[in-house]
Nanobody
């Protein structure tokens, strides 16, 4: 299985973006999915998670501005990013716990990352 997460870009403060991340391969099931981000010189941090049942959780820094959701039929997770700020500038990575067809366990997979830059 692999995760593909295109959808970054250069945005102005206050702008919006909705990157997506699609899981491909012989997938049996996906548990939690998440978005992380890593700004230059900083550690990777959790932005938002969503359970297989659709329950979300958010970092305090993005609450009220970002929304995570998923389409289980498409094995895809989305991150609706509103009211973007310069401090949201980072490489954004999707993450998912995936069980492949024929496998017994869920393993953790990462997307390759997409650059989001917020600047005037």
């Amino acid at each position: 299985a692999q995760l593909v997460d295109p959808g970054g870009g250069l945005l102005q403060p206050g702008g919006t973006l909705r990157p997506s991340c699609a899981s491909s391969g012989s997938i049996f099931s996906i548990n939690a999915m998440a978005w992380y981000r890593q700004a230059p010189g900083k550690q990777r941090e959790l932005v938002a998670t969503i359970t297989s049942g659709g329950s979300p959780n958010y970092a305090d820094s993005v609450k009220g501005r970002f929304t995570i959701n998923r389409d289980n039929a498409k094995n895809t997770v989305y991150l609706q990013m509103n009211s973007l700020k310069p401090e949201d500038t980072a490489v954004y990575y999707c993450n998912a716990d995936i069980r492949i067809t024929g496998g017994y366990y869920h393993y953790n997979y990462w997307g390759q990352g997409t650059q989001v830059t917020v600047s005037s």
